[in-house]
């Protein structure tokens, strides 16, 4: 089979010739060992043109070792001959690089201690950001932070105040279960008090926040940096902590630990409900009892965790949301891993805390 090219055969035209040969494709199919090509007629040729040719052949399992060039002029020549030395330098071949466990252990690692070291990067440069707010209040975004407030703490008051409450329920019918064994009803108020203020509230709240609020502050920067709005905002000489970090950081520390204080009395609430239902104890009796259970530190300890816990939340949130890349896609991996480092944040500290406690005996 001899094929014939004639006229230009450039960049510019390349969409016209390679539908050309794709109607030659079923032809050229089978005629591997005898193809030539003749180019008596063509008027130019160029590396582009000629690089659409041979890979079309190629396709088409012509064997190019014995493809035969014919007619072509000396400058055609040296243009096809120089894009046939180098075709498989074209070819992509994607290869699957399967790493051994350990190397695969070792770059989770690299990766991980790269995050680590990125959160605590962007913790002290937060640190830093409210430091100047503190000394110069008036470059505190004060429009933007109580947006925020109302984003992050009263829009979230619904759904913190009813899952306390179930929670406070379930707690006070799982305890009532074992004390009715004993005919120690009463002090289930004990243990739901207890765990509820230090224990539950703030962890529980935490957790909700880390789900609603991480991920909203992630979302929001990951969408202005692919939007280029934080461009924008450099280009204006604007920090952008000031403009959108740090609001949110404040927001989120001022608000939890007044969320956390809804927790506690939705969840004390659940139980108080649960227990006249269920155990026989009466409102009055379930309050009188609280007051003697629970003491002042037991939920000012509960308190004390929810700025720490706020503020790596947010800190997470906010750094995952600068670091995402120019696609959609990286936004939704970037949200995804907010919320599950929030969560896993909140439990460590969590642990952290309750170790430390019990050291000092509180």
């Known amino acids: 089979m001899v094929l014939h090219l004639a006229g230009a055969w450039q960049l510019a035209g390349l969409r016209r010739l390679s539908a050309e040969l794709a109607k030659l494709g079923d032809a050229l199919k089978g005629t591997a060992a005898a193809v030539a090509v003749d180019g008596h007629a063509l008027d130019d040729i160029d590396t582009a043109a000629a690089l659409l040719l041979l890979a079309a052949l190629e396709e088409s399992g012509t064997d190019m070792a014995a493809l035969d060039l014919r007619g072509f002029s000396a400058s055609h020549q040296r243009i096809v001959a120089a894009v046939h030395r180098r075709l498989a330098d074209t070819r992509v071949v994607a290869t699957a690089k399967v790493l051994p466990a350990l190397a695969r252990f070792g770059k989770v690692a690299i990766d991980f201690g790269g995050l680590l070291l990125g959160h605590v990067e962007f913790l002290g440069r937060t640190l830093t950001e409210l430091g100047r707010a503190l000394l110069n209040p008036r470059i505190l975004r004060v429009h933007e932070l109580f947006a925020q407030l109302g984003q992050v703490g009263v829009n979230a008051i619904p759904v913190v105040a009813l899952v306390t409450f179930l929670i406070g329920v379930v707690m006070a019918y799982m305890l009532g279960l074992q004390a009715e064994k ?181």
């Open 182 to 362: 004993y005919g120690a009803n009463i002090f289930v108020v004990d243990g739901v008090a207890l765990g509820i203020t230090r224990e539950f509230s703030p962890l529980i709240v935490a957790t909700i926040m880390a789900g609603r609020s991480g991920a909203a502050f992630t979302a929001q920067l990951g969408t202005m940096k692919l939007t280029e709005e934080i461009d924008a905002i450099r280009t204006l000489g604007l920090s952008v902590a000031q403009v959108l970090v740090l609001p949110r950081v404040l927001a989120l520390v001022i608000t939890l630990p007044l969320l956390v204080f809804v927790g506690d009395v939705a969840g004390l609430a659940g139980s108080l409900v649960m227990a006249a239902a269920t155990l026989e104890i009466p409102p009055q009796a379930f309050l009188d009892r609280l007051h003697v259970a629970l003491a002042p530190r037991h939920y000012l300890i509960g308190l004390a965790k929810a700025p720490v816990f706020a503020l790596f939340i947010a800190v997470i949130g906010c750094h995952m949301g600068m670091t995402v890349s120019r696609d959609t896609r990286s936004i939704g991996i970037n949200t995804t891993s907010t919320v599950v480092q929030g969560i896993v944040a909140v439990i460590l500290l969590d642990a952290i805390f309750a170790v430390i406690f019990q050291n000092l005996n509180l």
